[in-house]
């Protein structure tokens, strides 16, 4: 009568642990697009304080693709101002979906440690 009960708990467990593995390979995915937007931020700061030593009136290129169009100064430090809000709203949509997932993945482990602890209470009756 315990067999049916031993099969449920390891089909359980072995969808405790297909979760757990998507979980950690979201959570990778997050933290290399994570790491891309972090070095967008910083080129977008580099590029920023660059832009601001520069005297008024000076011939600046913004790039739309493959080509550069001659931008006015205050333009391009709009457009980059905005582009750093856009990627700072990004990283903080994807910290908290990492947090999400990171939540999740430590209730399934303690899904799985319960489960684990339930099966040696069940082989000791």
Not at 7 to 33: P, R, S, Y
Not at 73 to 82: P, Y
Not at 110 to 120: A, T
């Amino acid at each position: 009568m315990s067999k049916p009960v031993d099969l449920e708990l390891k089909k359980a467990f072995f969808e405790l642990q297909v979760k757990m593995i998507e979980a950690n390979k979201q959570m990778k995915d997050i933290d290399a697009k994570l790491n891309a937007l972090m070095r967008y931020l910083q080129h977008a700061g580099i590029t920023q304080r660059e832009i601001s030593t520069l005297p008024t009136g000076t011939k600046t290129y913004e790039s739309v693709g493959r080509m550069f169009i001659l931008t006015d100064l205050d333009a391009v430090k709009i457009n980059l101002k905005n582009k750093e809000l856009q990627l700072k709203t990004s990283v903080k949509e994807l910290e908290g979906t990492k947090h999400y997932l990171e939540k999740n993945l430590k209730e399934s482990e303690d899904n799985i440690r319960e489960m684990v602890q339930q099966r040696k209470g069940q082989n000791n009756i």
